[in-house]
């Protein structure tokens, strides 16, 4: 068992923001959509990850520090606004028919399974057995081909860019707002960061998404990639990622 580097721990949260689908209506709203999607449970367990975040920064920093980190995160991440900003991106960027098409799918026993993969992945529990290293899984030929088929199409990789940049922003945000402009803290952010960070991520990438869909046979992962690959699936992911950044970034 290897470990597994705390950078691409957040990488977890980008297939957990993924915004899998169940249990549908007639009628398909982007409410709907947000409220059936699993994405509720994500946020709790981001809101879990944004807790662990300020406890691990609080034994680095000055109490002060410390108070106005978690001001600042409150601020930023309080959930309903969270919710709101996502609610209000699917409205703007996915057409009824393209809600419609991704209820179907998800609706589906596959669809089902996917999402409840997806959350388990993303819970407390699952994140704090991943920390101590993710267990070897040999992959055949064809299982590893399906694996990366599907990390190219899943926006997991930028996700997981957005979400570890938010929360390690917050210490120098921090820091910088203690300090009122006297001494700028680098905040590690533009596009030198983020192409720095997502090399990092890309090498954990096949290894993670086979550990998340490790109960999905190899038919099921091919109807999964199949479906990612659609015009309707590529819509609701395009909608996903903005819907995520919007939520990330107020």
């Not at 609706?107 to 819970?123: D, F, M, Y």
């Not at 700028?184 to 990438?205: H, V, Y």
């Not at 659609?230 to 939520?247: C, P």
Request: with cysteine.
């Amino acid at each position: 068992m290897r470990p597994f580097p705390l950078s691409s721990l957040w990488f977890i949260f980008a297939a957990l923001l993924l915004c899998s689908l169940y249990a549908g209506h007639v009628s398909a709203s982007p409410a709907e959509l947000y409220q059936r999607s699993g994405m509720a449970q994500h946020q709790q367990h981001f809101q879990a990850a944004l807790q662990s975040a300020q406890q691990r920064y609080a034994g680095q920093f000055p109490p002060a520090v410390q108070e106005t980190l978690v001001r600042n995160s409150s601020q930023r991440f309080e959930p309903q606004g969270m919710h709101d900003r996502a609610q209000a991106r699917l409205a703007l960027a996915m057409e009824p028919a393209a809600i419609q098409q991704a209820l179907t799918f998800f609706n589906s026993p596959l669809g089902r399974k996917i999402v409840s993969a997806e959350t388990q992945a993303s819970s407390p529990a699952s994140v704090a057995t991943m920390q101590q290293g993710l267990p070897t899984r040999q992959l055949s030929a064809e299982r590893h081909a399906l694996i990366e088929r599907l990390g190219s199409r899943l926006p997991a990789l930028e996700l997981g860019v957005e979400v570890s940049m938010a929360l390690t922003g917050l210490a120098a945000q921090s820091a910088n707002d203690l300090l009122g402009g006297l001494m700028k803290i680098p905040q590690q952010g533009g596009t030198a960061s983020r192409d720095r960070l997502r090399e990092q991520m890309r090498s954990n990438l096949p290894e993670t998404l086979a550990y998340i869909y490790r109960d999905l046979s190899d038919d099921e992962l091919t109807r999964f990639a199949e479906w990612a690959e659609s015009v309707g699936g590529q819509a609701f992911y395009r909608a996903t990622e903005q819907a995520v950044r919007d939520a990330l970034n107020p």
